[in-house]
């Protein structure tokens, strides 16, 4: 199977489909961009699965290099076998150690390489990567050895906005963002996970989720993870469905919210909701 059709644990739309489809037509990385909790990462993990493909998983963070990703040298273990008499030290290979980018390079069969929240990291970090990216090989200086990919992998980079990325790393992507999903995508993605949720359940809670996400000011909105989390909640705790959407506005905020709102200042938000809505009646 070449093309990615979904999966029967992850639900795409049919414009998602289609550009990780176009991304390995091309044989260009597949930029990801989208709110935090809409399945960027699990997208990476889900196609490598319905593709057969070997997933390689390179997490970003602040402190992450470009040459992370090809290889590192272990200078402080080579200086202590040295000091042991090791002879392992002969042999500077013993000290490479080959990154993300590597392992996905000669793999033996083609792969899917994960280059997680690419945002995260120095602004010049993307751009570090381009060439390698671009002509799938590096070189090893300190053996002096050329790695070249076997096969092209697919790569697939995720971004959560947080900072713009550079032109020319663009220009080399296929880019998509994944929108919100809406009550009906939303629907059959609780419905993967929880197959056997009750109709009224799921109904008015996904009312109450998108109630939610609409209030103005909020800082943070909650996401397709945090719902699906919340979910689990109400039904561990056997929550009755009308308890989730009463109309008595001194019971705005949900019950269980904290899955949900994530930081004191929606959630007195909120609370001054439920004060302005008292002072009404």
């Known amino acids: 199977m070449n ?15 289609m550009a990780v489809n176009a991304a390995i037509v091309l044989e260009r990385p597949l930029l990801v961009k989208g709110e935090p909790g809409t399945g960027k990462t699990m997208l990476a993990i889900e196609t490598a699965k319905a593709l ?4 390689f998983e390179w997490h970003i963070k602040s402190t992450t290099k470009a040459q992370h990703g090809l290889y590192e040298y272990d200078a402080v273990s ?21 990154g993300m980018l590597w392992s996905a390079f000669v793999a033996d069969v083609p792969a899917v390489l994960l280059i997680d929240e690419v945002d995260k990291a120095d602004i010049e970090f993307p751009n570090d990567l381009l060439r390698e990216l671009d002509r799938m ?13 076997r096969h092209r992998p697919l790569v697939v980079i995720t971004s959560n906005n947080e900072k713009e990325l550079p032109d020319a790393f663009l220009r080399r992507c296929f880019f998509h963002y994944i929108r919100f999903p809406d009550n009906e995508t939303m629907e059959r993605i609780v419905r993967v996970h929880y197959p ?30 945090e719902l699906l989390d919340w979910l689990k909640l109400l039904m561990a705790e056997d929550i009755p469905p009308e308890a989730l959407h009463s109309q008595d506005t001194h019971k705005i905020i949900p019950p269980l919210h904290g899955a949900l709102i994530k930081n004191e200042q929606d959630v007195h938000l909120f609370e001054r909701l439920v004060f302005m809505s008292r002072r009404k009646t």
């Open 3 to 17: 093309r990615f059709e979904g999966t029967d644990t992850y639900v795409a739309t049919d414009d998602l489909m």
């Open 196 to 225: 056997g949720i009750k109709k009224q359940l799921l109904r008015e809670a996904l009312e109450a989720f998108f109630e939610i996400r609409e209030v103005p000011g909020l800082k943070k909105k909650p996401s397709t993870s």
């Open 137 to 149: 090989e590096f070189y090893v200086y300190e053996t002096q050895e050329l790695v070249r990919a």
């Open 78 to 98: 080579r200086l202590r076998d040295s000091q042991l008499g090791d002879p392992r030290v002969h042999d500077i290979r013993n000290y490479i150690v080959p």
């Open 52 to 55: 057969n493909r070997p997933i």
